[in-house]
């Protein structure tokens, strides 16, 4: 493998994004989803890109969770989901769209947060085999409720990408019939323009009906 030449040397700033840029094009941008480019496209296990191009905004990240939210469903995985965030700058705010369809939804959530606190800006960020382990340690003693996970990180990809990856209860990758599932189930919540919209009406009937809030743990 060859060496970068900026290798050793002080940083330049060239590499450098411009974070609010990029935070406000992964709300605002709307993929289309005719462009192949703008769908959801799971490689291994998790769909990556980057909110300037159309191609890792809230609307992907809205129709993922809720297309994961069936995917449990139909696998009757009613244990508890780990989700995990790295330091890429869409990892936080796709960490928040994908909270808001997943408790509305009822899925009980396990966090890895810094201490206690009165907000989820302190959650801890999360190595991917952090988020394999726990699944595996909680299923070898809960096995008739298994637990999955969320690692939201585009791994080695550059800093303006954003990734979304599932691990059912084994722990690992998923594979491909259960990427495809999900992929296609998200791509056509893209193309109905409903993404997390179904979630957000189910949980406003819950807070209607005065249920207690979904449950977080560290």
Same mark, same amino acid.
């Given at each position: 493998?060859?060496?970068?030449?900026?290798?050793?040397?002080?940083?330049?700033?060239?590499?450098?994004?411009?974070?609010?840029?990029?935070?406000?094009?992964?709300?605002?941008?709307?993929?289309?989803?005719?462009?192949?480019?703008?769908?959801?496209?799971?490689?291994?296990?998790?769909?990556?890109?980057?909110?300037?191009?159309?191609?890792?905004?809230?609307?992907?990240?809205?129709?993922?969770?809720?297309?994961?939210?069936?995917?449990?469903?139909?696998? +009757?995985?009613?244990?508890?989901?780990f989700i995990g965030i790295d330091t890429h700058a869409l990892s936080e705010p796709a960490f928040m769209s994908a909270l808001e369809v997943l408790a509305a939804n009822g899925v009980e959530l396990r966090i890895a947060m810094a201490r206690e606190t009165r907000g989820l800006t302190d959650v801890e960020y999360t190595p991917t085999p952090a988020v394999s382990?726990?699944?595996?340690?909680?299923?070898?003693? +809960?096995?008739?409720?298994?637990?999955?996970?969320?690692?939201?990180?585009?791994?080695?990809?550059?800093? *303006?990408?954003?990734?979304?990856?599932?691990?059912?209860?084994?722990?690992?990758?998923?594979?491909?019939?259960?990427? +495809?599932?999900?992929?296609?189930?998200?791509?056509?919540?893209?193309?109905? +323009?409903?993404?997390?919209?179904?979630?957000?009406?189910?949980?406003?009937?819950? *807070?209607?009906?005065?249920?207690?809030?979904?449950?977080?743990?560290?």
């Open positions: 493998m060859a060496i970068s030449p900026l290798a050793g040397q002080p940083a330049t700033a060239a590499p450098l994004i411009d974070v609010a840029r990029l935070i406000d094009a992964y709300y605002k941008n709307r993929p289309d989803p005719s462009d192949p480019g703008q769908r959801v496209s799971f490689g291994t296990s998790g769909h990556r890109g980057t909110a300037l191009n159309g191609s890792f905004n809230e609307r992907h990240i809205l129709a993922i969770a809720q297309a994961i939210c069936a995917y449990r469903a139909q696998a +009757k995985i009613s244990g508890p989901l382990h726990a699944i595996i340690a909680y299923n070898r003693s +809960k096995p008739a409720a298994l637990a999955d996970g969320i690692v939201i990180t585009p791994s080695h990809n550059p800093p *303006e990408d954003g990734g979304f990856k599932y691990n059912p209860p084994h722990g690992g990758p998923a594979d491909g019939g259960i990427t +495809k599932f999900v992929q296609d189930l998200a791509n056509s919540l893209l193309e109905a +323009k409903a993404g997390g919209r179904e979630a957000r009406a189910v949980r406003r009937r819950a *807070e209607g009906r005065n249920h207690t809030a979904p449950r977080f743990h560290r």
